[in-house]
């Protein structure tokens, strides 16, 4: 699989339409992995209300190549940076498939804190992670 596998159209038609709706309280940006020239992942970052909660939420993908090497660890460390010292989040989640062992690791090595998502409901059942910004 790679990024394109749905055809360039509709990740572009993905790129266009959040591109349209972003404004300052609540946007979605996406950032491509390129590992040696090659593009590997995508992270986004998501934010709702982010005037009034400050909180973000993040989300990611990588090539079945590419797991298992870090790199999802250094994307994610990289958004939270970007969220904390850059936006000045206060809270940032990161939702994971139950059963994601890969996932939920990189975000207890981040420093998320798990809680069962009562947003969605089965058959996806994912897990909820929250991280609080780090004490100045």
């Known amino acids: 699989m790679t990024l394109l596998s749905s055809g360039p159209g509709g990740l572009l038609q993905c790129l266009w339409r959040e591109l349209g709706q972003w404004s300052p309280g609540s946007w979605t940006l996406t950032l ?42 250094e994307m994610r460390a990289a958004v939270l940076q970007l969220s904390f010292a850059g936006l000045g989040a206060t809270y940032a989640r990161s939702d ?10 990189v ?27 780090p004490a100045p």
């Open 96 to 105: 994971a498939q139950e059963g994601n062992a890969a996932s939920i690791a």
């Open 32 to 73: 491509v992995t390129v590992v040696a020239g090659q593009a590997v992942g995508l992270q986004r970052l998501f934010a709702v209300q982010f005037l009034v909660r400050r909180e973000v939420a993040n989300g990611s993908w990588l090539t079945a190549d590419s797991r298992g090497k870090g790199i999802g660890t």
């Open 107 to 133: 975000s207890r090595k981040l420093g998320y804190a798990g809680q069962l998502n009562p947003e969605v409901s089965p058959p996806r059942l994912p897990t909820a992670h929250r991280r609080r910004a």
